[in-house]
């Protein structure tokens, strides 16, 4: 973006005080609000004034910090670089159009003009006052205004390659906008894609803890149910020896 046309940015919208800034902050990030006013020879309160009036169009973006020695906040300033295109093209698009809009007018209509104080008035107004001058009384001339639609075509055609270079500026902040979001979107797909797979080891891994705790807690299962299985025939043949005993038992005594 062309330098100049920033200034005239910010001449539009804060006057000539303000258009030092471009110099302090074009090209840096994150500018402190006490070096600015240092730089202008202003106070900080008159600087704060210029900086917000800019920053309500959007030209400029801060941030804040807290001082951690003095506690107070301090406001770091950075340029809007697309923003202000985009304001210099809105202002320099509308000055355009007014330009060819009194080209139009003067076209269309016939303007007269004072010979001794210069005054010009359209026809209707000239009818009004028959042709004569209500500042000095001198009768209106018809104005010849070949020199001014020419000084204004002339103009209105620097203004267009202004607005042309603009537009060219714009396209290139724009291009730098979408290769950055295109990084950011790129880094963050990248993230998730390793969140993904970080995620899909640690569910395999914990997939794997389950089965193995299932087989643990199935042989631990199994063992008990032979524990249980082995005393089951333990206590039936402990019954059936005890059975045969008393049977034994019993005929002795009848014998």
Request: with cysteine; charged share 40%.
């Amino acid at each position: 973006m062309q330098i100049n046309f920033l200034k005239k940015v910010v001449e539009n919208a804060a006057g000539a005080d303000a258009v030092k800034i471009v110099d302090l902050l074009f090209g840096k990030k994150d500018v402190n609000e006490f070096l600015i006013a240092k730089k202008l020879g202003l106070t900080i309160n008159q600087t704060r004034n210029l900086l917000y009036r800019l920053s309500h169009l959007g030209i400029i973006n801060s941030i804040r910090k807290k001082d951690k020695r003095k506690g107070w906040y301090i406001y770091f300033w950075t340029f809007n670089v697309m923003k202000s295109l985009e304001v210099l093209e809105t202002s320099l698009s509308s000055e355009i159009n007014s330009l060819k809009n009194q080209i139009s007018s003067k076209n269309l209509k016939r303007f007269y003009k004072c010979r001794m104080c210069g005054r010009e008035v359209n026809e209707e107004t000239a009818m009004l006052t028959n042709f004569t001058c209500t500042e000095c009384g001198e009768i209106y001339d018809l104005a010849d205004n070949t020199q001014f639609l020419e000084s204004t075509r002339k103009t209105i055609d620097k203004l267009q390659k202004e607005l042309n270079s603009v537009k060219i500026d714009l396209g290139e902040e724009q291009n730098k906008k979408n290769k950055k979001i295109a990084r950011v979107n790129k880094k963050q797909e990248l993230e998730k894609k390793k969140l993904r797979e970080k995620n899909k080891k640690l569910r395999e891994k914990l997939k794997k803890k389950i089965l193995k705790f299932k087989k643990k807690l199935l042989k631990t299962k199994k063992r008990k149910n032979n524990k249980k299985k082995i005393k089951k025939k333990k206590v039936k043949r402990y019954k059936k020896i005890k059975k045969k005993n008393k049977k034994r038992n019993s005929k002795r005594k009848k014998s």
